[in-house]
């Protein structure tokens, strides 16, 4: 057998690690400052994708003022959020952040008021990028609410394990079959230019990949730069870390705590949206479930509150899951998962506890 | 005790409120026999779920273990009787008939797990003799068992197909033991995890039964499934003059009654066994396990022992529940193990109350009772001009929403107790 058809799982491997790694660095901090194996996370990844679709949809087919003024209004509510949780200033990085953001929004919409829709082949893609960054945002929106409503309460009454995962199982449900009414049970298709895919010594690495991959490094390094160099990071870390003791030294635990939500709801609605470009452009409502094992392998292979871990974990299992037999995909990811439990249950780059 | 008559009146009154409730809409149709049956039906389903969440029960209840994956145990009891009878008949059989020597190995293996799930319930019998009289009386079951196994296999001929002849018994028996078999490896790989750990492990564990059940098409026919189960309480229902006279006195079809009949007693063996488990010595250990799992030990008590115990015993109960489903509806398909079946056994335990087995029967009523007068209000002209359709999605909200709500507003469920084991602390 030659080079190429080694090199093409891995390379596909790669990049379905990339997308696993985004959803797993939200899971980790969830799971390693919250105490909470969310089910609900890999339904988040659908919400994200689906908001994304439908933003899309309607920006694309001319009704513009709909998707717009609901984009508008989400981040009208994500700052009335912001400042009613911080009721301080708000810190440097967030006015960076939603001020970046809503540039981004602001331009990307006016370059596309600009050039009809379907005037040129690249507007369909200019349109998705409104549309990820729309939905990205409603992602953000409803994990932010989600905080709040359930699980806050929640962790406030001093819930136990079994009820938190018990509560996120009922979330999961509702999340996953509200789209499906909402959408209806069908697969749907993003708007796209057909991709084109090219040759390098005989593996295909089509251009949505590229994209994936690209998009999952830069952002990877932001989550460095991010967890390294800002306060918020180093808190999130340090709550991860060994939460009383943070606590003890003055972080305030709520407040990082929707933080986490938000970077978590981002990373994984980028992923939702990444997942289905190398899907075909495909949307299922199934779509997030049907990762939710495998991002749990990466976030317990990485080890728990490990956002490096979670990354490499990713990068692991996807590679696992595009190597070996596709229709047993989800095997290669459990397999991982047992072994990892049973061999190394603090994880590679975990310690013990 | 007053507890206990409370914990009574709220599942009879369940009981009348849904299935009241249900045959109100059945005076609206016209069709009087179709009417009973449906009530049938609807007790059938009931019946399953209220199974699944019996052993859900004990696992999550009494021992404190989170399994995700129940519904993979239910598919391979529900898949090892289907493909073992339609399959290995041929082989099988004759070759026990003829004593070759691997069928000795099979016997042994089917009489090893079922002996060891006897040995688990004569524990409470045997929980005053010492620990040497404990396995002897756990070898002389499984011994007991293989006697009564080979007996039954060979002392009947094989008879027409669905008839209850050894092949099916056989089958049952193979359900069973590979469902307790699959609970015995997943515990042992799984028990000494975080329970956080165990739930996802479980359900990863379901998804890869799901996708060989999918794949393995030469054992299970792929994703067309295996039709023609034989079910033999339809055929002997459709073949016993008494129960045709018995059905038609009542106005309903012989062979829901029969089924109905045969999962209304599976579920009373099942929790009448439990409640005894439960009150026993071993029961009371369980609980102790739960609560705090080294003081148990230091009382000389093998916690990985007993929670092995109570997730083989929630499996065989699962498997028992697939083979009723099976024998309900004659054919089984990858898709009727999706995980959506363990969430709504969940929803049903959660809603019930945690660690109080009435509580399991008196959630699966209530849920099932809940679909299906939706589903019948949701039918009656008014709404059938909107095109609402109360399942699937609609069922599953419901189900996530008891589950967020229950945990939130009322964490020990309709009948538990908050100084049993609830979900709130």
Known sequence: ?353 | MRRGVREWLVLAGTLVVVFGGLSLFGLMSPDHALRGTYLLGVAMTVAIYALLALGLSVEMGYAGLLNFGHVAFMGLGAYGAAVFVLKQRDAVVPALQGAQPWAFAVIALIALCLGFLVYALALQVAQRFAKRRRVAIGIAAALGLAAAIYAGATMYPLGPRGALNATVFLGVLIGIAASTLAGLVVGLAGLRLREDYLAIATLGFSQVVFLLTLNEADITNGSQGIQSVPRPIFDWATHTQWMKDLAKHWNVLPTGLANAAMGILCVAIAFVLLETLARAPWGRVLKAIREDEDVAASLGKNALLYKLQALMIGSALAAVAGILFIWNVASVVPEDFLAIVTFYSFAILVLGGVGNHKGAIVGAILIWGIFELAGNLTSLPFFTQHHIAFAGPPQAILVGLVLILVVMLRPQGLVGSKEEMSLGK
């Open chain 1, 1 to 353: 057998m030659d080079l190429s058809a080694w090199l093409q799982p891995v390379a596909n491997g790669l990049v379905f690690g990339a997308i696993l790694a985004l959803c797993a660095i939200g899971l980790t901090l969830i799971y390693g400052i919250l105490n909470l194996s969310t089910f609900a996370h890999g339904d988040t990844l659908t919400f994200g994708a689906y908001m994304a679709f439908l933003f899309g949809t309607s920006l694309y087919l001319g009704a513009r003022i709909v998707p717009l003024a609901l984009g508008v209004a989400i981040v009208i509510g994500l700052a009335v959020l912001a400042d009613r949780l911080w009721t301080r200033k708000l810190a440097r990085l967030e006015r960076w952040v939603l001020a970046g953001f809503a540039l981004a929004l602001a331009l990307d919409a006016a370059y596309v008021q600009w050039r009809q829709p379907g005037a040129w082949l690249g507007t369909t893609d200019r349109v998705l990028v409104l549309a990820t960054l729309l939905g990205i945002a409603a992602t953000v929106l409803l994990s932010v609410l989600l905080e709040l409503a359930l699980w806050r309460p929640l962790r406030r009454r001093g819930a136990t394990v079994l009820s938190l995962v018990i509560a996120s199982l009922g979330l999961s449900l509702i999340l996953r079959n509200a789209i499906q009414m909402a959408f209806g049970g069908d697969q749907v298709s993003l708007q796209r230019t057909v991709d084109a895919s090219r040759s390098y010594l005989g593996v295909y690495v089509s251009n949505a990949q590229w994209l994936t991959l690209a998009l999952a490094a830069l952002v990877i390094l932001g989550v460095h730069l991010f967890m390294s160099r800002t306060r918020t990071g180093k808190a999130m870390r340090a709550l991860a870390d060994n939460r009383d003791l943070a606590r003890v030294c003055g972080i305030d635990v709520n407040r990082v705590v929707v933080h986490v939500w938000v970077l978590a709801a981002a990373l994984v609605a980028l992923a939702g949206v990444l997942l289905c470009l190398n899907q075909n452009n495909s949307l299922r409502t199934d779509m997030g479930f049907n990762v939710i094992i495998p991002i749990f392998a990466a976030v317990l292979l990485g080890g728990i509150g490990s956002p490096y871990g979670a990354m490499v974990g990713g990068l692991v299992v996807g590679l696992a899951m595009r190597i070996g037999p596709a229709k047993y995909d989800i095997a290669w990811a459990f397999l991982v998962l047992v072994a990892v439990l049973i061999l190394r249950p603090q994880g590679i780059l975990g310690r013990k506890a």
